[in-house]
């Protein structure tokens, strides 16, 4: 793998987190292709000594020119490809996105790569400058990154009898029918699933009613569960 080299190697991906250090580096979570999450460092950076525009902002997708020495990388340029500029003047959507960001620091391994999950990041950022509804986006990203990882939970047949659920019960980090599930407590799931597996265009600036918001909210914490099957 060309990241496991000296010298200089690309890679397109979006940062996640900037750290300034006390002696003024500064020090990027990077997500990127092929190489999975990796922190990138500028020596200097914050002092000024080296200028790279704004470009080392987290929220930021571009490509990424690094010089790998004795195991470090460090950041020679960015070539910013889309900054998601009008997002970041969205209060409730820039808090979404920065909970993915750290998400995506606690539940992904240094340095393996995870390619799936760019685009659902990406799509889902996109959703939300787009103004729909931060719980709803939320659920959808949730939801598919858990499938990146292969660790969602089926939205569409009880995981135990196959049968179709738009009304489950939750159960051993999955959905089962009302059946299956008989005495626990019923979720309706069909907003859910609307918003999980509609295309980017049914539902790029769609709101959701108080109700709808509730339904996603009674459904979005099952499913972060599933995370822990990771640990
Ligand atoms: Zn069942």
Redesign the pocket.
């Known amino acids: 793998m060309s990241d496991q080299r000296q010298g200089l190697h690309k890679g397109t991906g979006v940062i996640l987190k900037r750290d300034i250090s006390p002696e003024g580096n500064i020090n990027l979570l990077c997500l990127l292709r092929e190489k999975g999450p990796i922190w990138v460092s500028l020596p200097g950076g914050a002092k000024g000594k080296v200028r790279l525009g704004g470009s080392t902002e987290p929220m930021i997708w571009g490509e990424f020119s690094l010089h790998r020495s004795r195991s470090r990388d460090y950041l020679k340029e960015v070539e910013v490809k889309q900054d998601f500029w009008k997002l970041r003047s969205m209060p409730e959507a820039l808090m979404t996105s920065f909970r993915w960001f750290r998400l995506l620091g606690d539940v992904l391994l240094w340095r393996q790569p995870v390619d799936e999950v760019l685009p659902v990041l990406y799509w889902s950022m996109e959703l939300l400058e787009s103004g729909s509804d931060p719980i709803g986006v939320d659920l959808r990203f949730t939801w598919r990154l858990l499938n990146a990882l292969g660790i969602a939970p089926s939205m569409k047949n009880?995981?135990?009898?196959?049968?179709d659920i738009s009304c489950g019960v939750w159960r051993d980090n999955g959905f089962?029918?009302v059946?299956?599930?008989d005495g626990d407590k019923k979720l309706d799931l069909s907003i859910s699933i609307l918003w999980i597996f509609s295309p980017q265009s049914a539902i790029r600036g769609k709101k959701l009613s108080l109700e709808a918001r509730n339904s996603i909210l009674s459904v979005k914490p099952l499913l972060v569960e599933n995370f822990k099957l990771l640990s």
């Open positions: 009880c995981d135990y009898c196959g049968a089962v029918c059946n299956c599930g």
